[in-house]
């Protein structure tokens, strides 16, 4: 395109001057779903993942206009002053944020070049396609604009996704972690960050260095930084190591393009968990090896133990005692109760998702069982009203 | 052996959270073709049912929790020497009971077990 007019431009489609912005159109509406979103809602702490497509959409527009114009080393001066994305409304659904291409003058700004953003956005969209569709990503995208990946939907956690469209893509694409992996990885970083939630005991913790070690449930020793407000924390669950005192971390971590935790690069909160933490115990169970029961036992699957970790966070309230969980011979997981004179329990068969439920009074012998089919909320929440009815607790 | 024979049952480190022992240590599994196996406490030790387990067997054990023959007999679950694995070898036979019958005498032998507390506990660093 000799004379550097990108093909694809369409005026100032989505693009707001800052000093005239009524009636303009949004320049992207990703819509953001998963639990998180409902309502209306986009927690503050996500809005660090979008902030970055601002970067990100300068810089790709910066890479259309060199391809568009070989013969040009860098982009015009001037291009990219005072264009800014901004968030100006939220709209109705699981939770809608209109983003607006403001620039500081329209009239400041040629219409040719605002069309290198429209072009920008189609680029990121139709990456953010190819790796949902395990496409060819690096047709869309150079490998530079790629690591903004590592940035953009780092929060984003199972089950949730950001889906885009534009004027041209009317099919929306889905940023979730698998695509935004499959991104990170099509760049030229050797390295990918995630949000993540580890558990651990602390061995070590440098007050000089304001560093500690995490230790992991097998063994691995994830270095971290240490900042003020955690400092008391992290000071307890050193004293407690020997006791096996456990800590649950939230941070930013550093994989491997293996998907291999190597180091914590930031941590937001870090909190003492509670010796009957479920989630700790059932990392416990994914260390197992098939075997485990002498020679018998079939290790519990990762993604089994992932889905019922989730299953009863959502499901069952911490008011109510947890449950002791232990593996099954045939690679489930049993969680037992004993309260008063019942003994209860739930066998639960990770692949089908579904348990069941067993109830005895010892000191009657009254029984009771029961079938469940655990990929459903009601039967979550009939299993919370035994346990309630005999426990007690809130509500 | 007679009704107050203790039956040592070895306890896999996996089914033992917060030193509290699942039900499924006083159940067969399936490879056990209904029958558990357990020491007979009359020939041989709590401890030395643990090293025999571990260190004989290379089996993996906490320690040893016991039942007697008369709490199998309530509930009405036969108890006999089988020694062809080795003399101290015994079983308690589930033979023929359903999927509840078995939870129900499971979860009571392991409350009876429970009462009388560990025979036998290794520390942590000797679990094999």
Not at chain 1, 56 to 73: G, P, S, T
Not at chain 1, 183 to 201: D, M, P, Y
Not at chain 1, 271 to 299: F, N, T, Y
Not at chain 2, 51 to 72: F, I, K
Request: glycine content about 8%; some cysteine; proline content about 6%.
């Amino acid at each position: 395109m000799a004379d550097g007019t990108p093909k694809s431009a369409s005026g100032t489609d989505g693009v707001e001057a800052a000093s005239g912005g009524a009636g303009s159109k949004a320049f992207l509406k990703p819509r953001l779903t998963g639990a998180r979103f409902e309502g209306h809602a986009i927690p503050l702490e996500f809005l660090k993942d979008l902030a970055v497509l601002e970067e990100m959409v300068i810089e790709v527009a910066k890479w259309r206009f060199l391809k568009a114009n070989l013969e040009r080393k860098r982009s015009p001066r001037g291009f990219t002053d005072g264009v800014e994305l901004k968030l100006t409304g939220v709209e109705e659904g699981s939770a809608i944020p209109v983003i607006s291409l403001v620039m500081a003058s329209a009239t400041l700004f040629p219409p040719e070049n605002q069309a290198y953003f429209e072009e920008a956005r189609e680029s990121i969209v139709a990456a953010i396609g190819a790796a949902e569709q395990n496409g060819a990503i690096a047709n869309h995208l150079p490998e530079t604009a790629l690591g903004y990946f590592d940035r953009m939907g780092r929060g984003l956690r199972d089950g949730e996704a950001i889906e885009f469209t534009t004027p041209t893509q009317k099919t929306p694409v889905k940023l979730t972690r698998e695509s935004r992996r499959r991104l990170v990885l099509a760049s030229s970083q050797v390295e990918l960050t995630e949000e993540q939630t580890i558990r651990g005991i602390i061995p070590a913790a440098d007050q000089e260095a304001w560093s500690f070690h995490i230790q992991l449930v097998d063994g691995r020793k994830i270095p971290a930084p240490m900042r003020e407000p955690h400092l008391q924390t992290i000071k307890d669950a050193f004293v407690g190591y020997n006791e096996g005192l456990r800590v649950q971390l939230q941070g930013v971590v550093k994989l491997n393009r293996g998907g291999k935790l190597q180091s914590i690069e930031s941590v937001e909160h870090v909190s003492i968990l509670d010796p009957m933490d479920v989630a700790a115990r059932l990392d416990e169970l994914r260390i197992l090896k098939d075997g485990w029961l002498d020679g018998a036992g079939v290790a519990p699957s990762s993604t089994g133990v992932d889905w019922l970790t989730a299953a009863f966070r959502e499901h069952y309230p911490e008011d109510l005692p947890p449950p002791f969980l232990y593996p099954t011979v045939d690679g489930g997981v049993r969680a037992e109760w004993s309260i008063g004179p019942n003994e209860l329990s739930v066998e639960i068969s990770l692949s089908q998702r579904v348990g069941e439920w067993h109830a005895l009074q010892l000191d009657t012998g009254a029984d009771e069982a029961r079938s469940l089919n655990l990929a459903r909320a009601a039967d979550w929440k009939w299993v919370v009203d035994q346990v309630r009815s005999l426990a007690g607790g809130n509500g | 052996m007679n009704d107050d024979t203790l039956l040592l049952r070895q306890v896999n480190p996996s089914w033992v959270q917060q030193g509290r022992v699942t039900s499924q240590a006083f159940r067969p599994t399936p490879k056990d073709q209904h029958k558990l196996s357990v020491y007979d406490g009359d020939l041989i030790s709590a401890e030395n049912s643990w090293l025999h387990y571990t260190t004989r067997l290379q089996l993996a054990s906490v320690g040893a929790l016991a039942v007697t023959v008369m709490e199998c007999k309530q509930q009405e679950l036969s108890a006999v020497p089988d020694p062809e694995p080795f003399p101290e070898h015994a079983v308690i036979d589930f033979t023929g009971l359903g999927t509840s019958q078995v939870e129900n005498k499971s979860k009571k032998l392991k409350a009876a077990a429970e009462v009388r507390g560990w025979k036998y506990q290794a520390t942590a660093g000797e679990w094999r």
